[in-house]
């Protein structure tokens, strides 16, 4: 090799090292400011914290040298509900001043009061309270001058402003409702080549709720569903209206949380209707109101459905233990029910399943249904309501109701047996809150 080609080799070996070491050094080059803005910031708000306490502190000690108290620990134990506060957040007198520290107190109590761990009542009872005592809580002369050193200027407030006390009484009710009118109209002229008339209907729904839950493992729901419908056709020479959907229901249930879903329940279901049930040309009448009336107490578990990300909303209610009343009013249709001639009532003992759902499928489009089933072991009621509802705007809905029903007390028809069917399909206004 000649001597130009060694010193050529030789270079770019000096050039290849060259970078490799700076490639080196780069890699274990750490930023500077190694700290993320996020711990910076969190270090600040601790320093800013403190300084606020020790401007407090300074405050308290300039005013009564002697008096010294540790009434700030309370804010950084575990929450606990404290009498003194709450006696000195009410009463009126010069006397009963709220420092900084009991509104912190009141504050937390009334806006989070499910992070309050126990009450003064429970500490006392473990071992009473611990006042902490002025002497202790002198410091040292040394650390005294070294605060007055290291003190930061006291924030005082303007004590002339006047500051205004606002309690908020928590509400644990929840008031919903939703309402619904549907109309219905078929015009067929006389001499159409299929037959058939005309006819004029009208559906009106309401739902009301009222549910109370405290956060602590007591709920009390109540509902209330209102269906009333009203048809009018020409073939009908004996009535000049007649209903075609008639429903007055309640249903209560009073709860005690188990665990994080299920609920010991207690629930109620009384039913009965508004107007006389007819049949066209049929001088008949087949029910009326509080013929039937019929209530379901019964007691057992709850499980709270929330599923598909809180689309899927509701409660299944498994009851063991059920009672069954059923009370007509009028005599004539007590064997239309299962009554023997010449009463009104009859009661039995068997067990039930009420299932009631929300299903958002889309945006628009909406299942509600609710499944109820009842059995004494030696005859069953099944009945199963499912309302799918089609969104056009905010106000504008159209409906499709199907309801089977299985009743094996009632006498059993040739062509259907012990099922019932209602089917039908609507569009109309509708309107929730």
Not at 330 to 341: D, Q, S
Not at 348 to 366: H, N, P
Request: aromatic share 14%; glycine share 6%; proline share 4%.
């Amino acid at each position: 090799m000649s001597l130009r080609n060694l010193l050529i080799v030789l270079g770019f070996f000096m050039a290849f090292s060259s970078y490799a070491q700076s490639r080196y050094r780069l890699h274990r080059t750490h930023p500077t400011d190694t700290v993320p803005v996020i711990v910076k910031q969190y270090t600040d708000s601790l320093s800013a914290c403190r300084e606020r306490i020790d401007s407090l502190s300074l405050m308290r000690r300039e005013a009564d040298e002697d008096n010294l108290d540790g009434t700030y620990y309370r804010l950084f134990v575990p929450p606990t509900f404290y009498h003194d506060v709450v006696r000195r957040a009410f009463t009126i007198g010069a006397d009963t001043v709220m420092g900084m520290e009991d509104q912190s107190m009141m504050d937390l109590y009334l806006r989070r009061p499910d992070l309050v761990a126990s009450t003064q009542s429970q500490l006392e009872h473990t071992g009473g309270i611990i006042n902490p005592e002025p002497d202790k809580m002198k410091p040292d002369a040394d650390m005294v001058d070294v605060i007055e050193m290291a003190k930061p200027d006291p924030v005082y407030p303007d004590m002339d402003m006047p500051i205004n006390i606002y309690v908020e009484k928590p509400n644990f009710w929840t008031v919903s409702g939703d309402y619904s009118l549907q109309l219905f109209q078929n015009f067929v002229s006389s001499n159409w080549y299929k037959g058939g008339e005309s006819n004029y209907s009208v559906l009106g729904t309401v739902t009301l709720q009222a549910n109370y839950n405290n956060k602590q493992r007591f709920r009390w729901d109540n509902k209330l569903e209102m269906r009333l419908g009203l048809q009018s056709s020409r073939g009908d020479t004996l009535h000049a209206v007649r209903a075609s959907e008639d429903l007055l229901r309640y249903t209560g249930k009073v709860g005690l949380q188990a665990s994080k879903r299920w609920y010991y329940t207690f629930q109620l279901i009384a039913s009965t209707q508004f107007m006389h049930g007819l049949k066209s040309n049929d001088h008949t009448i087949y029910s009326a109101f509080l013929s039937p009336l019929t209530v379901n107490p019964s007691v057992g578990m709850d499980y709270n459905v929330n599923g598909l990300k809180g689309n899927l909303t509701g409660s299944v209610h498994l009851a063991p233990i059920a009672y069954n009343y059923t009370y007509v009013r009028k005599l004539a249709m007590a064997t239309r029910y299962g009554i023997e001639e010449g009463r009104r009532t009859k009661s039995d003992f068997g067990s039930e399943i009420t299932i009631d759902l929300k299903w958002q499928i889309t945006k628009d489009i909406r299942w509600k249904t609710r499944m109820y089933a009842y059995t004494t072991y030696k005859r069953m009621l099944m009945e199963w309501e499912n309302t799918l509802t089609f969104v056009v705007n905010k106000y504008i809905s159209s409906n499709l109701f199907l309801y089977p029903r299985f009743d094996d007390s009632a006498k059993r028809d040739d062509h259907h047996g012990f099922w019932q069917m209602k089917e039908y399909i609507s569009l109309g206004f509708n309107y929730g809150f």
